[in-house]
Each structure stands twice: as structure tokens, then as C-alpha cells.
């Protein structure tokens, strides 16, 4: 596939292991029971590429590691040009020099998201500053105009198996999610900003649609979304193409993340369920 991938600008950004943040003691989940427990940020131990989304006994957990810059403009750069599948490096602390790669980005929070190793991970602190390569916003597929890539690194884009037929682009997914299931991050201008959420809060249509299989890392499908300059931009006959970035979520409105690599408004991306269609086996 033709790609600018030569001139695609690869830079420095750089963040921090970001500290758990919380709210209020408790959140109210959809049939109004109050829980007590985790949310977003710092290391997570026990929850990494490849798990279920609905593991955990949390909500919006982040998996693997969660980094911030803790300069607010800085951050929005980290944000931004940081791409899924970009080579990060450690370079203070116990795991210094140890590498790892991007899995995705949560908006609100504004948190990128890394995976390491286990082993990485137990020697990782809060405050260890990771440099991260920054490639992949401004990739532009030569032979598909219609199609705008958005976060995703050029090397991991070329060994995801996508075929080229009748100039649309075949893509392996897990699963499609009907555009009317997608919720909280709706209206948010900066597509490469974060994620935003599949609502799961009906859990027997979830399980209906084969949605409660996702996992961290699936590609999935999002049906009538064009989200070529925001998020959410409903439109008959458009496809989105993302990546599943955090858990899911007990209020309304929300379950797991999206963050978007590919984006259409016409019938230019036709999905192809692939049970191995999940980042864990790209990334290595």
C-alpha cells in the first residue's frame, strides 16, 4: 500500500508514570448502586494488552501504564502526537532503558497509554519519565483519498493484513459496533485527542452483538461514524476503524474506549471479523 510514511514527521514527546486520580468516594452505576473502587491512572499490575475489557472490578481502568506530561500544554502535544504502536523508552528509575509500546489514548483524562512487560512494570514507579517517538498523525494512504488515518504508527499499520479490493480497504476486526452504542466523547473535536466510549450500560444487547468478548487491543468497527475532524459525526454509510483502549464503565453513557485509526464518510472500509484481530500480535 502507497503510503507518505517517509515524510511523516517523527518527533520526541514525553510524559511521566501518571499518579490514580479520584473523584468522589463513590459512583453510581446505571441501576443506581453506589461502588467504591480504582479508576484511571498509574500501574496497572494486573490488567494488560490482550485481557477482557470487563475484567476488572473497576471503572475506566487503564491498562498496563498510564503517563501524563504534567504540563497541560505540553500534555496536549504528548497527546496528540503520540500514535498506537509507538516505541516508548523509560529513561529514569529502577526500569530505565526498558521499552515498551503505545495501546491507546483516553481523553478526558488525558492519558497515554503504555505497554511494558511485566516484569517493567514491577520495577516502574510513580514519576519515571518515558520518551515515546511520536509517528503517525499526517500518514496519508496515496491510493485512498477517502480515507483518513489518524494515530496509528506507520510500521504497525503496514503488518495489520488489510487487502486492497476495488478501492476499498478490507480491515480485520473483532467485532462492528452499531453507531448508536457510542457514547461518552461524542462531539469532541480533535480526533486524535483520546478515545470515546461503546455504551454497555444494556448488557443483553451487548451480549447480543458479541460486544462483551472485547478485549484490550481489538480493532473494532464503528458503524456510520465519520470521524474524519471529530468524534462521533454520525453519518449513514460511514466506517470507523479503532482500537479498544480502556475498560469498560459502570455510568451512563460509557463503557470501553475507542481511540480511531482509520475513518471514512463513504462505503470505502468494509470490515472482516478475525478473532486475531487485536494489536498483541504486532506488537511484540
Not at 496528540?80 to 515498551?100: F, H, M, P, Q, R
Not at 504508527?153 to 476495488?166: G, H, S
Amino acid at each position: 500500500m502507497r503510503t507518505n510514511k517517509d515524510r511523516v514527521v517523527k518527533i520526541s514527546v514525553s510524559g511521566e508514570v501518571a499518579h490514580p486520580v479520584t473523584r468522589a468516594p463513590f459512583r453510581l452505576a446505571i441501576d443506581g448502586t453506589p461502588w467504591l473502587f480504582p479508576g484511571t491512572g498509574g500501574i496497572t499490575y494486573n490488567f494488560t494488552l490482550g485481557d477482557s475489557a470487563y475484567k476488572m472490578a473497576g471503572d475506566h481502568v487503564e491498562p498496563d501504564v498510564s503517563t501524563k506530561n504534567p504540563n497541560d500544554a505540553m500534555n496536549a502535544a504528548y497527546l496528540k502526537y503520540s500514535c498506537i504502536g509507538n516505541e516508548a523508552i523509560v529513561l529514569t528509575g529502577k526500569a530505565k532503558d526498558a521499552k515498551g509500546y503505545v495501546i491507546g489514548k483516553h481523553g478526558g483524562i488525558n492519558h497515554v497509554l503504555i505497554h511494558f512487560s511485566q516484569d517493567v512494570k514491577e520495577k516502574l514507579a510513580i514519576g519515571d519519565k518515558i520518551q515515546v517517538k511520536g509517528w503517525g498523525n499526517g500518514l496519508v494512504l496515496e491510493d485512498h483519498p477517502g480515507i483518513r488515518t489518524y494515530n496509528i504508527d506507520p510500521a504497525l499499520f503496514e503488518k495489520i493484513p488489510v487487502e486492497e479490493k476495488d478501492k476499498k480497504l478490507y480491515f480485520p476486526v473483532k467485532a462492528v459496533v452499531p453507531g448508536y452504542l457510542m457514547g461518552s466523547g461524542v462531539g469532541s473535536g480533535n480526533p486524535a485527542g483520546g478515545d470515546y466510549d461503546i455504551i454497555t450500560n444494556d448488557k443483553v444487547l451487548i451480549g447480543k452483538l458479541g460486544l462483551d468478548k472485547l478485549c484490550i487491543g481489538d480493532f473494532v468497527a464503528i458503524e456510520n461514524h465519520n470521524n474524519s475532524f471529530g468524534l462521533g459525526g454520525y453519518m449513514e454509510g460511514a466506517i470507523t476503524i479503532g482500537v479498544v483502549v480502556h475498560g469498560d464503565c459502570i455510568i451512563t453513557g460509557h463503557g470501553p474506549g475507542v481511540t480511531i485509526i482509520l475513518t471514512t464518510n463513504k462505503e470505502l472500509i468494509v470490515p472482516v471479523i478475525d478473532e486475531k484481530a487485536n494489536l498483541s500480535y504486532y506488537i511484540k
